[in-house]
């Protein structure tokens, strides 16, 4: 199996609400994400090592009392699709634990197969901004729309458990830009606004950007709650 592993947080409470898991990170990924805090992971993975996969899954068999999954982050993990993702999925599914995939849903054959062959059990999809003009701004490169639409469709319609998420970044995002965002997912099951953390990003000069009070976040769900009942702040 192809599949690096490059980062482990063993016990995780914050990465899927509810769960106690395993969040681990592969490298690599699409985007260039100016607020993105794992830059190093896609500069240079290289410079990490990488986590043998037995030790990974004998940390969780000997967990299994509590360790509920994993979360399957990065980085991005569809990049990963022809290196080992969905058969380390399978294996960590055949050892009786759930399985949470991150992804910024680009590739929404990915996410198609995944849910399909019944590798995962819930999936967050990162939606970086509005989708139009404004969404490179957040993502840092040319991004396919249309397979992030592809990927929402996929995910709304999966019959799994969900969420959208987007960082509310100051510099990038006002509030009718997360209107328009729920607007687009429309009766989705859960919408997360996540607070904006200005350490250690990628663009340095965005560490010195003074995230929104817990106000202006409250005003962009109000904004957002008519179109997604369910909407949260998570981090603030």
Not at 178 to 187: C, H, N, R
Request: proline share 5%.
């Amino acid at each position: 199996m192809d599949l690096e592993i490059k980062g482990l947080i063993e016990t995780s409470f914050l990465d899927w609400d509810g769960k106690i898991v395993s969040a681990l990170y592969v490298p690599g990924c699409n985007f260039r994400c100016p607020f993105c805090h794992n830059s190093g992971l896609v500069e240079s993975p290289q410079s990490y090592e990488t986590i043998a996969l037995e030790q990974i899954e004998n940390f969780l068999l000997g967990h299994k009392d509590f360790i509920d999954g994993i979360c399957l982050t990065g980085g991005e993990p569809c990049l990963h699709k022809d290196r080992g993702l969905f058969e380390f999925m399978r294996r960590i599914k055949n050892d009786g634990f759930q399985v949470k995939l991150d992804t910024n849903g680009t590739d929404p054959d990915c996410l198609k197969r995944a849910i399909e062959n019944k590798l995962i059990d819930y999936a967050a999809v990162d939606i970086k901004g509005p989708l139009d003009e404004k969404y490179d701004r957040s993502s840092g490169v040319k991004t396919d729309l249309d397979k992030v639409k592809q990927s929402i469709k996929i995910i709304m319609e999966s019959g799994i458990q969900y969420e959208f998420r987007t960082t509310i970044v100051p510099t990038l995002l006002e509030t009718a830009d997360i209107e328009a965002i729920a607007k687009y997912i429309a009766g989705a099951e859960k919408f997360v606004l996540q607070q904006f953390v200005p350490e250690n990003t990628w663009d340095n000069s965005l560490r010195k950007v003074k995230p929104y009070p817990r106000e202006k976040l409250e005003e962009m769900v109000a904004a957002a709650k008519p179109h997604v009942t369910n909407t949260i702040i998570r981090g603030a």
